[in-house]
C-alpha cells in the first residue's frame, strides 16, 4: 500500500463514509435475501424502487447519503468553526436544517423517532446536553468520525467532543461507548495502525477506558451505566476470536455476544442498529477484507441498519486505505461530492480558509428538495 499522508486518510474517511452511507440507503430495512431476491448483489447506488414501491418514504435517491452523513458533516462545520463540538452551535445547526418541518423533519433524511424527538426537545429550548434519549441507538456513532480525525492527537479532546455530541441525542451507555469507539477507530486507522487481529484487541482497551471516564464524569446524565458498563469494550474484544471462523459462522457470534448485552428486540442479525452488535461487525470487516471496496459490498449486503454500517465502515476502512482506494464509480455518482471533499480538507488543515465551501444547510436543503420531487414523480407512475 503507498505510503499515505494524513489529508488523503481523511478525505478518504468522510468520503468513505458517505459511500458506505449511500451504498446501504436503499437498502436499510431489508434482509440479505431480500436483497438478493431484488437485487442479486449490490455494487453500486441502486433505485430502492424495486424494494419500496409499497413504502415509498423510505425510497433514497440513488447515490444520496442520509442523516448519517448529514450529521457528520454537521459535526465538522462545528470543529472548522470553532474547534470543538460546541453543542449550542450543532443544536442550532439540527433545528435549522429541520425548519420547515413539513411532518418529516425538514431536510433531514431518513431520521428515526428518537432523532426526531432531539429535535422536538431542542426546538424547545431545552439545553442539549439534556435532550438526549434513553435509546441504545447506533445514531452517536454513525456520525462521529470526524471527531476521531480532529482530535487524532488529542485523546481528552476527543474524548470530551464524543460525550458532548452524543448526549445531545442518547443517554444509553452503550450507546455512547459505541460512539467512542468509532472514534477512536477511526483515529487508529488515520495514524496508520496495521488491520492486524490485535487491532480489536487495542480498541477494546481504548473503549474500557472510555466506558471507565463514561461512569465516572457522567453518571447523572448516562443510564445503564452499572449494568452495561462493560457491553462495547467486551463485544469488540471478542471480535479478535472470531476471524478464523467463516464469515457466516462469525456474524452469528457477533449476534449472539450482543444479544449477552441486552439487545431489545433480540439482535437476529448483526447489522442491526444496536451498537455492540453492528460495530463488532464493522470492524470484523475491516479486519478480514482485502480492500475499500470488497469491505463495503460485503457488509451493506447483509441488510438490517445498512446505510449506518455502511457509514461506520466507509469511516474506518476510507481511514485506512485513503482516498485513492475509493472506487471513482462510487466517487462520480455521490451526490455533492465535492462539498463532501472540500469540508474534508478544512478538517484535514483545520481550517476552511481560502475553501469554497457551499453553505452547508441550503445544500442539504436542495439535496432534500429533489430527492422528493424524485419520489413523488417515481410513486406516480403506474406499477409494472
Not at 418514504?57 to 470553532?82: N, S
Not at 454513525?142 to 448526549?167: C, H, K, Q, S, T
Not at 478464523?244 to 449477552?260: F, G, P, T, V, Y
Request: proline residues 5%; negative net charge; hydrophobic residues 45%.
Amino acid at each position: 500500500m503507498p505510503q499515505l499522508n494524513r489529508s488523503d486518510r481523511i478525505r478518504g474517511a468522510m468520503l468513505g463514509l458517505a459511500v458506505g452511507d449511500a451504498l446501504g440507503a436503499p437498502l436499510e430495512g431489508l434482509s440479505a435475501q431480500q436483497i438478493r431476491v431484488h437485487y442479486q448483489l449490490v455494487t453500486d447506488y441502486v433505485d430502492g424502487a424495486k424494494a419500496w414501491r409499497r413504502k415509498p418514504y423510505r425510497w433514497r435517491m440513488p447515490g444520496l447519503y442520509t442523516d448519517d452523513t448529514q450529521q457528520a458533516l454537521a459535526i465538522c462545520e462545528v470543529l472548522v468553526e470553532t474547534g470543538r463540538v460546541d453543542v449550542d452551535r450543532l443544536a442550532a445547526i439540527y433545528v435549522e436544517l429541520a425548519t420547515p418541518d413539513h411532518g418529516y423533519a425538514g431536510a433531514h433524511r431518513g431520521v428515526g423517532r428518537s432523532f426526531k424527538a432531539v429535535l422536538g426537545e431542542l426546538k424547545k429550548n431545552v439545553p442539549p446536553l439534556r435532550a438526549g434519549q434513553d435509546s441504545a441507538g447506533i445514531g452517536a456513532a454513525m456520525r462521529i468520525a470526524p471527531v476521531g480525525l480532529y482530535f487524532v492527537d488529542d485523546l481528552d479532546g476527543l474524548f470530551e467532543a464524543v460525550m458532548a455530541a452524543g448526549l445531545m441525542t442518547h443517554r444509553d451507555i452503550r450507546s455512547l461507548a459505541g460512539a467512542c469507539a468509532v472514534a477512536l477507530g477511526v483515529r487508529r486507522m488515520l495514524l496508520g495502525e496495521p488491520r492486524d487481529p490485535s487491532f480489536a484487541l487495542r480498541l477494546a482497551a481504548d473503549v474500557a477506558k472510555a466506558e471507565d471516564r463514561i461512569v465516572n464524569e457522567y453518571d447523572g446524565l448516562v443510564d445503564f451505566a452499572s449494568t452495561h458498563k462493560r457491553s462495547m469494550s467486551c463485544s469488540i474484544a471478542h471480535v479478535e476470536s472470531l476471524l478464523d471462523l467463516s464469515r457466516d459462522k462469525a456474524l452469528c457470534a457477533i449476534a449472539e455476544q450482543a444479544n449477552r448485552h441486552g439487545a431489545e428486540p433480540i439482535c437476529r442479525k448483526p447489522t442491526m442498529g444496536f451498537p455492540p452488535a453492528c460495530i463488532p461487525a464493522c470492524i470484523y470487516h475491516l479486519l478480514t477484507s482485502e480492500n475499500f471496496e470488497e469491505s463495503i459490498i460485503d457488509l451493506v449486503n447483509l441488510g438490517g441498519d445498512a446505510d449506518s454500517t455502511g457509514a461506520i465502515l466507509g469511516a474506518m476502512s476510507g481511514a485506512h486505505f485513503g482516498l485513492e482506494a475509493i472506487p471513482e464509480r462510487l466517487l462520480l455518482a455521490l451526490q455533492n461530492r465535492d462539498g463532501i471533499d472540500l469540508r474534508a480538507q478544512a478538517l484535514a488543515r483545520r481550517d476552511a480558509t481560502g475553501l469554497e465551501i457551499p453553505d452547508f444547510v441550503a445544500t442539504e436543503q436542495a439535496l432534500s428538495a429533489q430527492e422528493e420531487a424524485c419520489r413523488g414523480f417515481l410513486m406516480s407512475q403506474p406499477e409494472v
